[in-house]
């Protein structure tokens, strides 16, 4: 996944790097350390990601 289009949580704080980047495409969701931008990314189907933040959302 190229570096256009990630971003981080509006929870996290603008100047840290302590954080995960997000990517979403209409295939998959990407997910990468910010403080290792070129490093690898975890890709995960929609509807998995989907589930994953309803669970988070609900714990």
Known sequence: M?????????H????SNNCVEVRITDEAVGVRDSKDRSGPALSFERKA??????????D
């Open 2 to 10: 190229r570096n256009k289009g990630w971003y981080k949580s509006s």
């Open 12 to 15: 996290s704080a603008a100047a």
């Open 49 to 58: 990601w989907a589930a994953f933040v309803k669970r988070v959302r609900n």
